[in-house]
């Protein structure tokens, strides 16, 4: 599945787009642990210190906010295009 780094997550991913062999069946919480796991320093910023998502991070499945879906269980099927968002503030 090919997944979509933006803003500061990009240079910490080395380009924009990565992709990730995971098995059919897979989830968010399953892809974002690979993305962990590949890349720590993007760990750092998915999870908090309690091991659940942060807060202010955005992921989308096809398009759509994993927080309005199944969160960490929302399956994520082979040929995903997926997007994650560091926090982001301005005014």
């Known amino acids: 599945m090919r ?3 933006y803003a500061t997550l990009r240079p910490l991913a080395g380009g924009k787009t990565v992709e990730f062999d995971l098995p059919p069946g897979a989830t968010a919480g399953d892809l974002l642990r690979a993305v962990g796991d590949r890349f720590p320093e993007i760990r750092a910023l998915l999870w908090t210190e ?3 998502l942060g807060d202010y991070i955005k992921v ?9 879906l199944q969160l ?3 399956p994520v099927p082979p040929g995903a295009e997926v ?9």
């Open 3 to 5: 997944v979509n780094f």
């Open 50 to 52: 309690s091991g659940e």
């Open 60 to 68: 989308f499945v096809d398009g759509r906010e994993i927080r309005h």
């Open 72 to 74: 960490l269980e929302t």
């Open 83 to 91: 997007d994650i968002f560091p926090p982001a503030a301005g005014g």
